[in-house]
């Protein structure tokens, strides 16, 4: 009977130490993990997005030239960036786990596969489409343009002429006064 306690003893050591050895390794992935990021950059370069390996949004750059685009566009740009960073997330925890734990236990495909869950690939990249706008900006006054044409109406009747003017004949002498006024 001492054989088989002696065996039980060392099974127990094996897999203790077996246990202490895994520990480290994924405590070696988790350390190594911690301080990696994932950036991606519009095409055009206007919007820089940087994502930690948990996913979380740590940096977001906007150059001035986004200024021309609709504020739509730029939003959906950042969200589409977010995505494509954090589904390059599992592939990151893929190359760690080969430097560190090995990628040939149950645990390490089991924390891929769960990577892979939680940033899926993003859909493919198709022309976004933006909703209207709300509202027109205009930037000159509004009387500078034509106002349209009067609808058409009834023709008027000529304007009636203008009241004559008569002049009184000269022999007309109907004042009092009796002769000139400056004498």
């Known amino acids: 009977m001492p054989d ?63 200024g021309t685009k609709r504020m739509a566009e730029v939003s959906a740009e950042v969200m589409r960036l977010v995505q494509k960073a954090q589904a390059r ?34 859909p493919p990249e198709a022309e976004p489409e933006f909703p209207a706008p709300d509202r027109v900006r205009r930037f000159l006054p509004e009387d500078t343009e034509e106002p349209p044409p009067p609808p058409p109406s009834a023709p008027r009747p000529p304007a009636p002429p203008p009241p004559s003017r008569r002049r009184r004949p000269a022999d007309d002498e109907d004042d009092d006064f009796g002769g000139p006024i400056l004498s």
Do not use: C
């Not at 895994?22 to 820089?48: F, H, P, W």
């Not at 925890?93 to 690939?121: C, Y």
């Open 89 to 122: 997330i599992p592939e990151l925890l893929q190359q760690a786990m080969a430097e560190t734990t090995g990628t040939a236990d149950e645990a390490a495909s089991h924390i891929v596969e769960e990577a892979k869950s939680t940033f899926p690939a993003p």
């Open 4 to 66: 088989s306690v002696d065996a039980s003893d060392q099974l127990i050591d094996n897999w203790t130490q077996k246990l202490e050895e895994n520990a480290a390794r994924y405590q070696a992935l988790a350390e190594r993990m911690e301080g990696q990021t994932v950036t991606e950059r519009s095409r055009d370069g206007s919007v820089q997005v940087t994502v930690d390996s948990r996913g979380l949004l740590k940096n977001l750059a906007i150059a001035e030239t986004a």
